[in-house]
């Protein structure tokens, strides 16, 4: 099984691995990483977890100009291939900019451009992506899944408290009387692209109830400076991700 995403990808992949070793706490297990790839291996049963650390599936470039992300190309994807499960995940690096932009052009459709609508961006790289699991992956052999949108909490108007609020200090879950906010625009891109596509690909619906898990963050207490409430403490709200994961797997017909 092999994660392709970002942090949130490596939230799960954590979440997964700490799940199997509590359940085989005597196995023999490794834990190695080369570069961008990681790889959580079960001898006794012969199945690595791996993640390919890709925080937007398509390619980034680095060219004369500068470091370029390229919305209609995926040539790394040949080190996807091969594997039983591929669960893919891109979101949370798309509306960076400034420093945090690990791009300094895009391309798109042939042109080049310092910077674009980043909603479009992103639906022009699933697009690229969808199709690339259409021409690539083996259907008789290998399920793809799409991990859905984790949501973050920096905004309290989200869950009925002040804009200044953020995950800091929660210490309960909201409920889907106080949380009115619907689902961010971009999960309707992924469904809108998975709808299209060709190839079966799963989505993992987790938006909804990750939105209601305020409560579910670092925050402050990531050792870093700043405030996390983009990613999920361990154990947390991954772990039901999982578990949802896990049903849809043991729900298979054989």
């Not at 080369?34 to 199945?47: A, D, H, K, R």
């Not at 400034?98 to 300094?104: A, F, I, L, M, S």
């Not at 879950?173 to 709808?195: F, R």
Request: glycine fraction near 6%; hydrophobic fraction near 35%.
């Amino acid at each position: 099984m092999m994660f392709i995403g970002d942090s949130l990808s490596l939230n799960q992949w954590q979440s997964l691995t700490c799940m199997l070793h509590a359940f085989l706490p005597q196995s023999n297990y490794t834990v190695h990483r080369e570069g961008n790839l990681s790889t959580f291996y079960l001898p006794e049963y012969e199945v690595s977890l791996m993640l390919s650390r890709n925080a937007f599936l398509v390619d980034i470039v680095q060219e004369n100009i500068g470091t370029v992300l390229k919305l209609d190309s995926i040539k790394n994807g040949e080190s996807w291939k091969g594997y039983d499960f591929l669960i893919f995940n891109t979101w949370h690096w798309w509306l960076h900019t400034g420093r945090k932009q690990p791009w300094d052009f895009i391309e798109s459709r042939g042109k080049v451009k310092k910077d674009m609508d980043r909603m479009a961006a992103y639906r022009e790289a699933l697009r690229t992506w969808s199709k690339w699991v259409d021409s690539n992956v083996n259907t008789t052999t290998t399920q793809v899944f799409f991990q859905g949108i984790s949501p973050t909490h920096f905004n309290g108007k989200e869950w009925n408290g002040t804009k200044a609020t953020t995950c800091t200090h929660q210490i309960r879950p909201a409920t889907d009387l106080t949380y009115e906010s619907g689902p961010p625009p971009e999960v309707m891109i992924v469904k809108e692209v998975l709808k299209n596509m060709s190839t079966p690909v799963v989505l993992l619906d987790i938006t909804r109830l990750s939105q209601l898990r305020k409560d579910g963050h670092p925050s402050i207490y990531t050792g870093l400076k700043g405030n996390d409430c983009s990613h999920w403490c361990l154990a947390g709200v991954p772990d039901t991700w999982n578990e949802i994961l896990y049903a849809i797997l043991t729900s298979r017909k054989t």
